[in-house]
């Protein structure tokens, strides 16, 4: 239990300007809810409240769908290259304003700065960077025998988005979404709703046209749920839990409104025999461990040859235990807080019950790291004899949390990383490039980086099964919000 800690030296009242909000952002300008309510924003690491936002209702959202709904005909009509010349503004401003979101995400939701600069803020960037140069290649227009094929704005688009990555989220729904000539009305996460004011400054500042982009934070029951069951809203883009994005297809069923869900994961690491171990496991560890475990896309399983068991599990626990767990605001952290008290309960419950199901902790555990005072921290936890069937190997813990599992033959591993409802990503690890792509190739999930390859904000990104459906990001992302007509000549 070698974890190094440190305790967060964020001073209470540490609040930015920037961060007191209390108005909506509807038909292009800034104005102060129905309900004049105000939602306050805790920093989790100091569990002192840094910010505020506002707390929309019913009637925001409706003004809000009546302001997009107004301003559609002329963004959707507006020649594209003038659309993308006014979101290259937007994007120069968020870029302009870098300094002041890493700063906001590592406020908002605890996430150490290096992993806000580069799991949050600068993919964020880059993923709209992308949007705008694949609306340049996307067949806007085609012909098809005696038809003209064409792509069009779908409509109003309601976003819905969550906390884990608050920024990187918004970036890629709403960029795809402009840049389709959708108009937007925007419902960040009650827990993380700072940075989205960023953009939306962002936003105003390019000069948009009033109505385009709309931001109503507030509570998802009465904001998430007017947007998902309104007939005038008519695409739906959602991330989130799997539980309230049945909910959400649920509502928007009654119009047959289009709804994409971007949803939970369970992903699983491969490693195949041969492979050089050390790398691999501590690329999985990683991964697994980053924004504290909060990644729908965490390899949280870790699946190993039974021969390399011993020596996996090893590595593991070495990787984990060696991550600086602490003050989200020092460069040498790795892992922040979790987001809430909530989401500290529920992944030590997740831990809890793994031990009581016969589960042996290599690193880690329940307990709060010592000598953090403060803060909703959990230990980066390693967990191996664990059942395919255990709930720690099924269900998404959403914390620092990985297990490692044993195989016997690639059939095997295959079924294993198979073996859950979920499909969003996943890895593996081969000593033999082609044989790993193979492997690759039968996995049921969205997305597979192959002996560690990279991020790419132009590529597909989308769940199988309980992950979701639709897809983010690049020209699919864009695809989400289109119509398609075909002219009959
Ligand atoms: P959540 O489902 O609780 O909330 C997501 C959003 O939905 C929030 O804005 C929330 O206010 C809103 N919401 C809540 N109840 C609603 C309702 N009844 N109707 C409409 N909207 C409602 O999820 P969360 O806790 O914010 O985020 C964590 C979850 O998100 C995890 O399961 C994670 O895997 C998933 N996630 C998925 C992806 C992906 O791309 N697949 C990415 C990030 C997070």
């Known amino acids: 239990m070698s974890t190094r800690r440190q305790d967060a030296g964020a001073v209470d009242g540490d609040r930015r300007p920037e961060w007191a909000r209390s108005a909506v952002y509807v038909d292009g300008r800034w104005r102060e809810t129905a309900g004049g309510r105000i939602l306050e924003v805790e920093n989790p690491a100091t569990e002192t409240m840094i910010g505020a936002a506002a707390d929309a209702g019913a009637e925001d959202a409706e003004a809000a769908i009546s302001a997009a709904g107004a301003a559609f005909p002329s963004w959707s009509a507006m020649p594209l290259p003038e659309r993308l010349a006014v979101l290259e503004r937007v994007r120069t401003g968020l870029e302009r304003r870098r300094d002041l979101l890493l700063e906001t995400i590592v406020a908002e939701i605890g996430a150490p700065v290096r992993v806000a600069r580069e799991a949050h803020v600068d993919p964020g960037l880059a993923v709209l960077r992308a949007y705008l140069d694949a609306a340049e290649s996307l067949a806007w227009e085609e012909r098809v025998g005696n038809s003209l094929v064409l792509r069009e704005g779908i409509g109003v688009a309601a976003c819905i988005t969550p906390w884990n990555y608050p920024f990187y989220q918004v970036l890629a729904k709403i960029g795809g979404a402009l840049v389709a000539g959708a108009t937007v009305v925007l419902k960040p996460a009650e ?266 904000p132009a590529a597909p990104f989308g769940g199988y099964g309980r992950s979701g459906n639709g897809r983010e990001l690049g020209r699919w992302g864009i695809e989400e919000f289109l119509e398609t007509k075909a002219l009959q000549l």
């Not at 119009?255 to 994961?265: A, F, N, Y």
Request: proline share 7%; glycine share 10%; net charge negative.
């Open 191 to 456: 827990l993380t709703p700072l940075s989205a004011y960023l953009i939306t400054d962002a936003i105003d500042e390019a000069g948009v046209p009033a109505g385009v982009f709309n931001l109503i934070p507030g509570p998802g029951r009465v904001v998430g749920e007017a947007l998902a069951g309104h007939p005038a809203v008519d695409a739906i883009s959602f991330t989130g839990s799997t539980l309230v994005g049945a909910r959400v297809a649920a509502l928007a069923a009654a119009s047959i409104k289009r709804v994409s869900l971007e949803l939970g994961g369970k992903s699983a690491s491969v490693i195949l025999p041969g492979t050089d171990l050390e790398p691999a496991v501590h690329a999985s560890v990683e991964a697994a461990m980053l924004n504290s475990g909060q990644t729908c896309t965490a390899w949280t399983r870790l699946l190993v040859p039974r021969t390399d068991l011993e020596a996996a599990t090893q590595l593991a626990a070495a990787r984990a235990g060696a991550l600086v767990v602490g003050d989200p605001t020092q460069p040498e952290t790795d892992l922040g807080p979790v987001v809430s008290p909530a989401q500290r309960h529920t992944v030590t419950g997740f831990i809890e019950r793994a031990v009581a199901d016969g589960a042996r902790i290599v690193t880690g555990g329940t307990e709060r790291p010592a000598g953090l005072t403060r803060g909703h921290y959990v230990w980066p936890t390693v967990v191996t004899d664990v059942a395919p069937d255990a709930e720690i190997v099924q269900e998404e813990v959403f914390g620092p949390v990985l297990t490692i599992q044993p195989y016997d033959s690639i059939e095997e591993a295959v079924a294993l990383a198979n073996a859950t409802p979920y499909g969003l990503a996943g890895a593996v690890w081969g000593p033999d490039q082609e044989a790993a792509l193979a492997i690759a190739r039968r996995l049921r999930t969205g997305q597979v980086d192959v002996n560690g390859g990279a991020f790419n």
